[in-house]
């Protein structure tokens, strides 16, 4: 792996039991902490997304085997199941919340399984975990009217800034899903970096608005996943999911210029 290029894992629920749902993009709670002993034993550094940022945009350099450790949505088994064990080896992590789904004042419903609560988060916060944005009701922000991609944005990042006491630097794209106004609707918002997911290493050409994850799955074996952080045959790994992301790159360019022809005839 060459040291311009950073793993950054995406995770989703950490659960024995997930909703059907989310089960597929689940990882069971011992294969999480056998996949984080991977990490320790090879010697990765986690980072948060902030920090990764920071040392791109400062040219300050990078620590030893650099990693990050990325979870979206905001499902309750990251403060049960994945804090004790990001705790136990001293690695630090980000979360990326949709602010209507986290249970207790701005809930819109939609949510797919048990999500954090706003005490939860706030104690991961305190744990030293980052929290970032995933937008507000976790829709597709590119097929989004300008309007309603900008509720979307400001309305996740000003609760974070009330629940929190401090602004989010960071976000991640629901679904990976973005374009340039999508990415400049969230700079503007005043997020510094965001992430999509492409699965492949992200690196410091891609820009700070269009980083690049890997999914981790509940599939995703430990041989699989020892490849994936050194960043060996993530072509043969993904095949698949590179296949359907082109093919529904289409329909979301069909459905993009529907709506505005939709928008311009109003």
């Known amino acids: 792996m060459s040291g311009d290029r950073v793993p950054i894992l995406m995770y989703h629920a950490v659960a024995h039991s997930p909703a059907r749902a ?3 993009l689940s990882v069971a709670p011992e294969a999480f902490a056998a996949q984080m002993g991977v990490l320790a034993r090879r010697g990765f550094t986690p980072m948060t ?7 791109w945009r400062t040219g300050s350099g990078l620590p030893p085997k650099p990693v990050l450790i990325t979870f979206d949505d905001g499902y309750e088994g990251v403060h049960r199941h994945a804090l004790p064990v990001l705790v136990e080896h001293g690695f630090v ?3 990326f919340t949709s602010t209507g789904w986290v249970r207790g004042g701005y809930e819109t419903g ?6 954090l609560s706003w005490d939860q988060v706030r104690e991961l916060a305190e744990a030293g975990m980052e929290i970032g944005g ?7 922000l590119d097929q ?7 509720f ?11 629940e929190l006491g401090r602004a989010p630097v960071s976000f991640a794209y629901p679904y990976g899903y973005s374009d340039r ?7 503007s918002a005043g997020f510094g970096v965001s992430l999509a997911v492409g699965n492949a290493l992200a690196s410091r050409p891609q820009g700070p608005y269009a980083l690049e994850r890997v999914t981790v799955r509940r599939s995703t074996a430990l041989h699989e996943f020892e490849r994936l952080v050194e960043g060996r045959g993530l072509g043969r790994l993904f095949i698949r999911d590179r296949a359907l992301t082109k093919g529904y790159a289409v329909v979301r360019r069909a459905r993009q210029v529907a709506r505005k022809a939709s928008e311009a005839r109003v």
Not at 110 to 115: I, K
């Open 110 to 115: 939609g949510a797919l399984d048990l999500m």
């Open 144 to 150: 989004l009217t300008d309007e309603h991609l900008w």
């Open 49 to 55: 997304t902030n920090q990764l940022a920071i040392a």
């Open 152 to 162: 979307e944005v400001l309305r996740c990042r000003e609760i974070l800034t009330l």
């Open 181 to 187: 106004r999508v990415r400049r609707a969230v700079g």
């Open 134 to 140: 995933h937008s507000h009701t976790h829709p597709q």
């Open 93 to 95: 992590a980000t979360l």
């Open 22 to 24: 989310t089960y597929g």
